[in-house]
């Protein structure tokens, strides 16, 4: 696949995945700050990107390129040593300075794809750039993620809000109701509600949602504990707060309207790879192979249904159709994988490595070659072909 699905995988190996395994250097502290602030050593290894190593760590893209002197956060080397910086206390209030990102275009590289690497929207880049509606951009264009700040901040802990008013939001390219209620701390629900949208929670660029008044926060906390249906860790691995809240809620969200069985889904799966003139064995593989037909199937990456696709992958699978896609709808989610596999199939020198692309990522695959868990991927999906032949 080309690189919104490199994003795509790599978020789901490094920072979230369920299925994938790659081994994150050992983290080793060094005591460059007073007292219990330390600074921690990260050792880059391959398939690392900034984003993703500040989603593990628990720190910001600019922090990480600020402390390590990054023209372009987007350039480290593996077996770089990173300085990734120490979270102070509580109760300091502190000027912060951000400094700005860039980032140079690549060969193959798009703006959702850029924009999914740096924890960011392709609206935002969109903005900062100036570009138009079709966001084109050219190799050798230094694009502007985000721009030099300074902020007075205070970290000591502030009661939560308990005010019941309303506020507004405009819906965006890419968005979801289950990453927007995530973001203003809210329930899928509560906006579902507030917004009389129906069971499916369908959502269009330019929709102006109402986002009700928080709960308090021991009503909230009691209401999250109890639909928390994606764990925050795997395999060893504690997952960005914000990618798993996500998930948690497209995962209820899922569960709480309902969706097609197994058998529906792959009917769909089948039906759909027949139409856009992918090989139906290969889409139902694949299906299988991530969800086993399951449409509620949400990873920690917030990968979504029988398809597992991420936000940032539907964002260019909507781009390939030219219509906005839903993940969360059934028929949208399978639409998004068969257009995600339709490309990769084109534009891989073989099926193996087309197969490689939906879970590592083309790019991935061109750099690196196959991981040896995404071998074994490409194995399973090519003995499942011959099942549904």
Known sequence: MTQPIASRSDARRL???????????????????????????????????????????????????????????????????????????ATTTAT??????????????????????????VAKVVKLNHLDARALIRIGQVLTISEATTTSTSSAAKPASTSGASSRYTVKAGDTVGAIASRHGLTVAAIVKANHLDARALIRIGDVLTLPGAASSSSSSKASSSKQAVPSTFEGRTYSAAVVGAANANKNTLVSTGVPSPA??????????????????????????????????????????????????????????????????????????????????????????????????????????????????????????????
Do not use: C
Not at 35 to 46: C, H, K, M, S, W
Not at 96 to 121: D, L, Q
């Open 96 to 121: 912060k300075h951000t400094a700005k990102v860039t980032h140079t275009v690549r060969a193959g590289e798009t703006v959702s794809a850029i924009a999914s690497r740096y924890s960011t929207t």
């Open 15 to 89: 920072a979230t995945t369920s299925t994938g395994a790659i081994a994150l250097a050992a983290i080793a502290v060094s005591a460059t700050g007073s007292g219990a602030q330390a600074d921690e050593r990260y050792t880059v290894r391959p398939g690392d990107t900034v984003s993703h190593i500040a989603a593990r760590t628990g720190t910001s893209i600019t922090s990480i390129a600020r402390a390590n002197s990054l023209a372009d956060a987007s350039r480290i080397q593996v077996g770089q040593v990173l300085t990734i910086p120490a979270k102070h206390a």
């Open 264 to 389: 529906t889904m792959q009917a769909k799966v089948r039906a759909t790879a027949r139409a856009m003139g992918v090989d139906p064995a290969l889409a139902q593989a694949v299906a299988f192979q991530e969800s086993g037909f399951n449409h509620t199937s949400v990873s920690p990456a917030n990968a979504i249904g029988v398809m597992q696709v991420i936000p940032s992958a539907g964002e260019w699978a909507s781009q390939l159709v030219g219509r906005h896609l839903n993940l969360l709808d059934p028929d949208d989610n399978v639409t998004a994988g068969v257009a995600i596999l339709r490309s990769l199939v084109r534009t891989s020198p073989d099926l193996p490595r087309a197969i490689a692309g939906y879970y590592q990522g083309a790019t991935s695959v061109r750099k690196y070659g196959m991981f040896s868990d995404t071998r074994r991927y490409v194995a399973n999906v090519q003995t499942l072909m011959a099942r549904f032949r």
